[in-house]
């Protein structure tokens, strides 16, 4: 069992920038793949990126590459997003998840098991 409590959400310009925190509780943080998603109004949740238990591997939405980067601390048992570049159509609110260790679909909605309860980024022009 984890929980994931996200923060950093925020009101920001078009072009600036956020940092996006997830912390998780619990020891086994490190056994975790860790993912990104986000949900507008009226809209299905969509994947953002993703994070592989060691950090050693990545994956990220087409729309978000080069924009957003996703990182971990293991020893902080936290989990970032950073994004750059931001626009008016990434308004959303973020949501972190953590993926019970085996079979892993990165962007895949029902493959995390554990969900926080979301930050809001707002991007305004």
């Known amino acids: 069992q984890v929980q994931l409590v996200e923060s950093g959400g925020g009101l920001v310009q078009v072009g600036g920038s956020l940092r996006l925190s997830c912390a998780a509780s619990?020891?086994?943080?490190?056994?975790?793949?860790m993912g990104w998603f986000r949900q507008a109004p009226g809209k299905e949740r969509e994947f953002v990126a993703a994070?592989?238990?060691?950090?050693?591997?990545?994956h990220y939405a087409d729309s978000m590459k080069g924009r957003f980067t996703i990182s971990r601390d293991n020893a902080k048992n936290t989990v970032y997003l950073q994004m750059n570049s931001l626009k008016v159509e990434d308004t959303a609110v973020y949501y972190c998840?953590?993926?019970?260790?085996?079979?892993?679909?990165?962007?895949?909605?029902?493959?995390?098991?554990?969900w926080g309860q979301g930050t809001q980024v707002t991007v305004s022009s």
């Open positions: 994070i592989s238990w060691s950090g050693g591997n990545t």
């Open positions: 998840a953590a993926a019970d260790p085996g079979v892993w679909y990165p962007d895949s909605v029902a493959t995390y098991s554990y």
């Open positions: 619990g020891r086994t943080f490190s056994s975790y793949a």
